[in-house]
């Protein structure tokens, strides 16, 4: 059975303050569609508790930097929205962009501190624009909770600054990775992959594993962490790695002395699909 | 009888929960205390519906670009409390500044477009950090209307312009500006102005309305009218005029040809004060 669908910010609005009446908290499960089992362990999650859960898929036009990524970004409604109902879902609020933005975007919520490494170095404006249609999602569906995945790790970091700084009444709670059995990262993007692609993906996380190990076998050193990743990753030619780093989990800084927790991060290209994978360490 | 004070997030938000349990909507009055008519006015508007009518009291300290006029800023929290109750608010929110940024503010809400002009050209970062804590007031209070003075007509429209863009659920209600008998507008800073000050304050109300008189005898020319206003106050030497503008009234950005209703609007310094005033035409 599929969950209702809402399509309006009234709608949408008026079912879930009925929930609330009934004294059920909300939860919203963000998502940009395309669902697969990453997207999946979210709704699972959200499903543990008693509440209502709203997944919300919307393309959010204004964070693509490349208008080729955006017009890739193709989803199937019918397809989520059974994948919605299979894993439980309450319901699904699918707006068109018009509805999110029916006037040019003319505010917008700027994480300062945290936007600026990794993805943010290569993404200008990417980190603003998933604030900003965040915090709309926020106050259009007023969740108690919300359910980000640990793979986007940058994003989650900025969103669950941007609930501290900004005083929102919602309650972020992480969610681990979830990877193919060759340790793939689960994305919507991997679809695009052709089979040779495909099969050089997984080179990722073993570069981002060989880092990890390398910290764990006590080098302090961030340099020779990134030289243990980077040997892995010279093995599969069609890679190309735009970044790789091992940062403070707090502030996604770059560090050079391994002293405590850190997490290794990367994006690579592999033709024209851009992927990115993170691990903490330890 | 002075109205319950709350001080922490926590507690204002416990307490508005339990208002809205019971079917009452919530209204916001945002203010930075040193309550003076102009308030006064706000909060009757706010009490002519039958909701839970919040007084928030808190000075900003990132909205003020210099220190010495935040430093000015004080309040006294009892008589602002007894100015509440006998207006008939509900309660009152006065969070110390530690409570309302725990850590250094990092997360800005930029409203683009009409935070440039008037005010925005003289006193940069203001309008984003007034923006800011409103939204953090948003989502403390969660009120369903919030009041704001037409005195501040920029902000009022940068508010305006925020709760669209980011479809905060609150109904934003502007209250026509409250003025002394000889015209001076409302504010907290008028209680600065020494004795020859105060008696030349007027004339910018006077000017304005000169503007506003030259352009209701047809004239469709924005630097008349502007010539007009600035013969009033040539007349002034105690006044420098930072700003006098004739602007259109959704975008704020001065217009040349007069061909519809606009504002006009303008910042004034009498020593160490500055004041702003601002009268629709029509």
Known sequence: ????????????????????????????????????????????????????????????PIQFDRRTDYE????????????????????VFAPSTEEMYPRPPGTFVEVTGLSEHLCGRFRPGHFRAVATVVAKLFHIVAPDRAYFGEKDAQQLAIIQKMVADL???????????VREADGLALSSRNRRLNPEERRAAPALYRALRAASDCIARRSALAAEAKQAALQVLAQEPRIRVE????????????VERIEGPVRIAAAAWLGETRLIDNVPCP
């Open 72 to 91: 890739a970004y193709t989803i199937n409604l019918e397809e989520d929205l059974e994948f919605c109902g299979a894993r439980g879902a309450d319901l």
């Open 167 to 177: 005083t929102f009444p919602v309650e972020i709670i992480p969610v681990p990775t």
């Open 243 to 254: 970044y790789l780093e091992v940062v403070d989990p707090g502030s996604l800084a770059p």
């Open 1 to 60: 059975m599929t969950p209702p669908l809402f399509d309006t910010v009234a709608e949408v609005r008026r079912r879930v303050d009925l929930e609330r009446r009934r004294d059920r908290k909300i939860a919203l499960v963000p998502t940009m569609g395309a669902l697969h089992a990453g997207h999946g362990a979210l709704i699972d999650r959200a499903r543990r508790e008693p509440d209502c859960v709203v997944v919300s898929i919307f393309v959010n």
